[in-house]
């Protein structure tokens, strides 16, 4: 028996990825530690709803279904954004346990048999893992620092190794008690991804914190042995995208910084800015002076980060207390009716391929 009954909530919105989304799910399929129930969460595209509730028909009530593989398939009930998504599967949810994957990613077998590890003390309320990229080229390019790899989505270079105590988790690959969403009300809108909008983030940093005040006893942990590959594309590999990102985390900062004060929304990105990126800047040097490929590279795109990020969070901060900028959040409300049913398939399951703190906190890349 299953003494950790686990709810994956997918958040999908555009047809172009279609075979990434069959990947992710058909890699909840094939975990160690079964999920309960899979839910593929659409944010507003009538034709990827109905393509994948034809697509997984019949699996929407275990009663019917006997591989016991429980798919269901669901409109986003609020506006348009992935935190409007998330809240829509957690109302939906049945399992004691939530976990987010990014529809461009694939768990690994134990992903959720480490995450379960976690909450067997009462205390944790979240567990995050480790996302590794899947570069579209094959190879990471010369120039990208791994200390900025939250840039795409993955984990970055100044997280401690092993299972740490963290501020936040990293939203595209985060596992919560379903409890915590009640006491802490779901993620907020107004700053998290919109697939037409400026690519911000820090949903996740948000919510992390608003829970922490919630319940001051809580613990929130990543473990780095519950694995994703969350897949890069050629267009995120490049300087233009990167400049992109880390200014609109900059804003986002700013946000969160205004919400819940810098004290909170900043403590560990002090640690981060002071101590892990000087040692890249300084890795860096030190490569291209022994000749090493893309050493100076990493170095000038650590301090241009550093930069960008830094003049997204000004203007930020000025938009903030002009008011220009806002966000939401609240209870999680329960669905005004039965989500819309969940379809069938039964293709052959391929196999996925000391207190420390979560710094940039965008573990789901802008869409």
């Known amino acids: 028996m299953n003494d950790h009954?686990?709810?994956?909530?997918?958040?999908?919105?555009?047809?172009?990825?279609?075979?990434?989304?069959?990947?992710?799910?058909?890699?909840?399929?094939?975990?160690?530690?079964?999920?309960?129930?899979?839910?593929?969460?659409?944010?507003?595209?009538?034709?990827?709803?109905g393509r994948l509730a034809e697509r997984y028909r019949g699996m929407e009530h275990p009663a019917g279904n006997p591989s016991g593989w429980e798919v269901r398939v669901l409109a986003n009930a609020g506006p348009r954004g992935l935190s409007a998504g998330r809240n829509t599967g957690i109302a939906a949810a049945r399992?004691?346990?939530?976990?987010?994957?990014?529809?461009?990613?694939?768990?690994?077998?134990?992903?959720?048999?480490?995450?379960?590890?976690?909450?067997?003390?009462?205390?944790?309320?979240?567990?995050?893992?480790?996302?590794?990229?899947?570069?579209?080229?094959?190879?990471?390019?010369?120039?990208?620092?791994?200390?900025?790899?939250?840039?795409?989505?993955?984990?970055y270079r100044g997280l401690p190794p092993g299972t740490v105590r963290v501020r936040n988790v990293l939203g595209g690959n985060a596992s919560f008690r379903r409890r915590a969403f009640d006491a802490s009300g779901g993620f907020a809108t107004g700053i998290g991804r919109d697939g037409d909008r400026r690519p911000l983030g820090c949903e996740e940093t948000e919510l992390c914190i608003r829970l922490a005040a919630a319940l001051p006893g809580a613990v929130l942990l990543i473990d780095d042995r519950a694995v994703i590959h969350h897949k890069v594309p050629a267009v995120r590999e490049r300087f233009a995208y990167f400049r992109t990102r880390t200014y609109a985390e900059g804003l986002s900062k700013a946000l969160v910084a205004r919400s819940v004060g810098a004290g909170k929304g900043l403590?560990?990105?002090?640690?981060?800015?002071?101590?892990?990126?000087?040692?890249?800047?300084?890795?860096?040097?030190r490569d291209a002076l022994l000749g090493r490929r893309g050493g100076a590279g990493r170095a000038g795109a650590i301090v241009a980060g550093v930069a960008v990020a830094a003049g997204g969070y000004a203007v930020g901060t000025a938009r903030a207390r002009r008011g220009g900028v806002t966000f939401s959040s609240g209870p999680i409300a329960p669905l005004p009716a039965e989500p819309v049913a969940a379809p069938s398939m039964s293709p052959t399951p391929t196999p996925a391929a000391g207190i420390e703190t979560a710094a940039p906190s965008s573990g789901s890349e802008a869409r």
Do not use: K
């Open 95 to 155: 399992g004691d346990f939530v976990a987010f994957l990014d529809d461009d990613a694939v768990a690994e077998r134990d992903w959720l048999r480490y995450f379960a590890a976690g909450y067997d003390d009462p205390e944790v309320m979240a567990v995050g893992g480790r996302t590794e990229a899947a570069w579209a080229s094959g190879r990471r390019p010369c120039w990208f620092p791994e200390e900025f790899d939250w840039v795409v989505g993955c984990t």
């Open 5 to 49: 009954p686990f709810s994956v909530v997918i958040c999908v919105y555009t047809e172009d990825r279609w075979d990434d989304i069959l990947a992710a799910v058909d890699s909840v399929r094939c975990q160690s530690l079964p999920a309960l129930e899979t839910l593929l969460v659409v944010d507003h595209n009538p034709a990827l709803l």
């Open 267 to 285: 403590e560990s990105e002090r640690r981060y800015t002071t101590r892990v990126l000087p040692a890249g800047v300084a890795r860096g040097l």
